[in-house]
DNA sequence: ACAACATATCAGCGAGGAGTGATATGGCGC
DNA sequence: GCGCCATATCACTCCTCGCTGATATGTTGT
């Protein structure tokens, strides 16, 4: 039993590490935020961002998979769009909790430098 | 000037990537939610996140370094707390977006199985 | 059907970072 | 002061993941 409440408790905790390791690449965050003012296909955010091609599909199978993103054939385009504004509200409460904290995390050198 | 812009942007997505970055650890998860319900000293996060007395030290020094947390000495005791009541936030926001995508989240396979 | 464009896939390389074990520092009571 | 407990630090290894370059799949117009 305890048991049971322990391996709840870390399926909880992997499953949201591994939705905050979707949002913990600067690559990944370019496309989420360049999506979250508009949909748009992949040599679209490929101008944007200024990443490879193959780079962009990569992350982009990749937030398809994890249903962060959708995605619309349109003629030979695909584009892709946000799934759901929670994911917008995640990111500006980033930004909220940046608002604080930032000067500690550009400090923190446990990571790599930008 | 638009090179300004987007430094100022790509400054931005750095940052937010490195706090995402912060979170995105199941031990640090572990830490962070076990202090959401109380302040906690080291050894008591090491009995209950069964992690290493190193690897929890290190993971609190990187928080404390970032500002997610802070600590209070207390006789021979370090208590570590929650900075900020946002992080609670966050978290479950990331809750409430798991509600929508932890089925796509846990079928990725893009990341190590848990 | 063919050419041109849009997107996806794959192998391989390289770097970052999490965990461990050993060890150092620091405060407490006897 | 000395042992003991609590915490921090360091060197090292291993594994994960992001990027690139080449190539495959797919779609549209002519």
Known sequence: MAQLVDDRKSATIERRAKLFRGFADPSRLAILGALCNEPLAVHELVERTELS??????????????????????????????????????LSDVDALLDVVAVGVEACDNYREA
Chains 1, 2 share one sequence.
């Open 53 to 90: 091609q193959p780079n962009v599909s990569n992350h982009l199978r990749c937030l398809l998979e994890c249903g962060l993103v959708a995605s619309d054939r349109d003629g030979r385009f695909i584009r892709y769009r946000i799934s759901s504004p929670r994911i917008t509200v995640l």
